[in-house]
Structures are given as structure tokens and as C-alpha cells.
């Protein structure tokens, strides 16, 4: 019953720290950043199993951890409110082609971060972007200006123009 106790504390903690360190898909991480995870998950297991290395001490701990996930997965599901304190709600890092300053320091993101992903998305400018989003599994969407019609800036201009 120790390690179930001891499964069901580190995995809050796991879960938290994951919620603290913010929303980097596996793809964005730095070679440092994959190791700290690798040598997180090694000390994770010794803090479940302390000096339990029978068969069914590891089973514990893996089976506690998998009904903890399926529990926050539920939880997830079945209500709104749990889903965005549990997931995180998207966040908007670029809006009308330009960066969000705010919202790059809260997800601790850099501008070469979001360039590189422009380039991968075949994005060459931040001015040919409406909106860029941050969504809650890491990953960015972008969503392209069509002709100005989605900056009120623009718009006006072309009202002038024509």
C-alpha cells in the first residue's frame, strides 16, 4: 500500500511540475531539457519504489500513475471547468502580425522560437500572420492574413486607399 501512497504523491508532483514548466512539446525541447526530464523520471521511480524492487512494487506504481492520468482524463471530459485548470486554456502570441510580448514572457518562449516555427508552418514574415495561437499541448497554430481583411488597421487604410 506504501508505493501506491508513494505513486499517488509523485504523481501530483510530476503533474504539477509539468504544469509549472510550461507547454513545450517533446519536438521543442533542448538536448539539457530532455535529459533533466530522463534524469526527473529516474528519480521519480526512486522515490516510488525506495528500495522495493520486486515485480510488484514497479506493477504498483505504474498502475497507480496510469489511474491517476485516466482520472484527470475523465475529470477532463466530463466537465469544462476541469478541463482548462487541468489542460490550460490556448494563448494568443502573435494577433494582426504582431508579437505579444506578454504572452511570450508567460510561456517563457523566445522570438526565434516562434520564427523557427513560422518557417516550419512555410510562414517567411510575422505580417503574414493573423493570429498565431499557443494550444494547451504545446504546439502553435497559425492562421494566415487573408488580403487585410483581419487588422481593422489595414482595413482602414485600404477604406483610404480606394
Given at each position: 500500500m506504501e508505493v501506491v501512497v508513494r505513486a499517488t504523491v509523485m504523481f501530483a508532483v510530476v503533474y504539477l511540475l509539468v504544469r509549472v514548466l510550461g507547454k513545450r512539446e517533446l519536438g521543442q525541447m533542448t538536448p539539457f531539457e530532455f535529459i533533466v526530464m530522463v534524469v526527473v523520471g529516474d528519480l521519480?521511480?526512486?522515490g516510488i519504489t525506495q528500495n522495493d524492487f520486486s515485480l510488484t512494487g514497479a506493477t504498483l506504481a505504474i498502475?497507480?500513475?496510469a489511474f491517476w492520468g485516466l482520472v484527470l482524463s475523465w475529470a477532463s471530459y466530463l466537465s469544462p471547468k476541469a478541463a482548462r485548470l487541468l489542460e490550460g486554456e490556448?494563448?494568443?502570441i502573435i494577433q494582426h502580425g504582431r508579437l505579444l510580448?506578454?504572452?511570450?514572457?508567460r510561456d517563457r518562449l523566445t522570438r526565434s522560437e516562434i520564427e523557427s516555427e513560422m518557417r516550419l508552418a512555410g510562414i517567411a514574415s510575422m505580417r503574414?500572420?493573423?493570429?498565431?495561437?499557443?494550444?494547451p499541448n504545446g504546439k502553435i497554430s497559425f492562421i494566415k492574413r487573408d488580403d487585410g481583411r483581419g487588422d481593422?488597421?489595414?482595413q482602414?487604410?485600404?477604406?483610404a486607399a480606394g
Open positions: 521519480i521511480q526512486q498502475c497507480t500513475f490556448p494563448r494568443v510580448a506578454h504572452s511570450l514572457r503574414d500572420v493573423d493570429w498565431a495561437v499557443l494550444e481593422p488597421a489595414r482602414q487604410d485600404d477604406q
